[in-house]
């Protein structure tokens, strides 16, 4: 599948890639995938591993896809674990994503189905058999491909969401037409100023957060677009309408402390699947990330997804969604 995507000046006269589901245009013909037009650093930038030992005489994948205000950054390495056991696996870049959260303005739900869509036809073209591997948002995304294309081995969910964290959240489709920005870094939440300083250490590790010179700078690094955000309840909303239908094997892994996605979200997904190959781990004292190396737990986690990949091979045929 490929699709021409047509850039047009925002409000501030900057490139962006949709928002207002009127500026998204795509066409079928030669297409690229997303390039941003904002700096993007090299690890946060779209991946494909390609095997150099292989499972057997058929080609295996993994689609990873990552979740809102995320990017490839975040699967590198457990991508590189699977691609070492002999796994394709490629991680597209979602428009809007890989730098700062205000690139998120104005891009539509839309134009992150398009680019997991386009995700998903490169990596069934290389090849025989392919997996999907979700995180957060990501894994509505990986229930929307698998229910709309089939052909799909297995699903495994990282932290998947079903229900806005925040109840407020959903205020977002009338608040967007009269406050542009959200500033989290405003907000009175210990837990939210705490997010906001691990977001922005994790894009940069070596900012002087507590400097003067960039305290003058958070309100603009850090503010997200309202838009943004009401996009994102867009895709919770149409998850809702996906899971039911998700009728492959699936793996889901959640974390006891996560606040983003807590793990009543995982429980309740798993209790909407259809199919009988379907298991729920929920780790104690883990959180959103549970696959990135600062937890303790990512090992086991990326062992597991690795077993159950392997396990699903045993099938003479593939599993698709109904």
Same mark, same amino acid.
């Given at each position: @599948?490929?699709?021409? &995507? &047509?850039i047009v000046p925002d409000s501030n006269g900057e490139d962006c890639r949709t928002g207002r589901e009127p500026l998204y245009f795509a066409a079928r013909g030669n297409l690229m995938p997303f390039k941003p037009t904002? %700096? &993007?650093q090299a690890e946060r930038l779209p991946y494909t591993f390609t095997p150099t030992i292989h499972l057997g005489e058929r080609r295996i994948g993994v689609l990873f896809l990552h979740?809102? @205000?995320g990017s490839p950054l975040s699967s590198r390495p457990m991508a590189r674990f699977l691609n070492e056991r002999g796994f394709f696996v490629h991680c597209p870049l979602l428009p809007g994503h890989g730098s700062y959260p205000d690139k998120l303005y104005r891009v539509s739900h839309r134009a992150w189905l398009a680019e997991a869509e386009e995700a998903y036809q *490169? %990596?069934?073209d290389a090849c025989d058999d392919l997996f999907i591997l979700g995180h957060s948002m990501g894994n509505v995304l990986a229930a929307h491909l698998t229910v709309k294309f089939g052909n799909v081995r297995g699903v495994a !969910? *990282? %932290?998947p969401v079903i229900d806005v964290p925040d109840p407020r959240l959903r205020l977002t489709k009338y608040a967007r037409f009269f406050l542009p920005w959200y500033y989290p870094h405003k907000s009175k939440r210990e837990s !939210? =100023? =705490?997010l906001v300083r691990e977001r922005v250490l994790d894009f940069d590790p070596s900012i002087d957060f507590d400097s003067p010179e960039f305290q003058e700078q958070l309100p603009q690094v850090s503010r997200v677009p309202i838009s943004g955000m009401y996009e994102m309840v867009r895709m919770i909303e149409m998850g809702r309408k996906l899971w039911p239908r998700l009728d492959v094997p699936v793996r889901i892994y959640a974390g006891e402390e996560d606040n983003a996605a807590p793990p009543e979200n995982a429980r309740e997904i798993f209790n909407l699947l259809p199919g009988r190959d379907k298991e729920l781990t929920v780790y104690p004292d883990v959180g959103h990330e549970l696959m990135r190396p600062f937890e303790p737990i990512h090992m086991t986690v990326? =062992?597991?997804v690795n077993d159950f990949f392997m396990g699903q091979l045993h099938h003479k045929e593939p599993l698709t969604a109904k």
């Open positions: @599948m490929n699709r021409h &995507v &047509v904002y %700096a &993007v979740g809102f @205000m *490169l %990596a069934r !969910m *990282l %932290a !939210m =100023q =705490q990326w =062992q597991s």
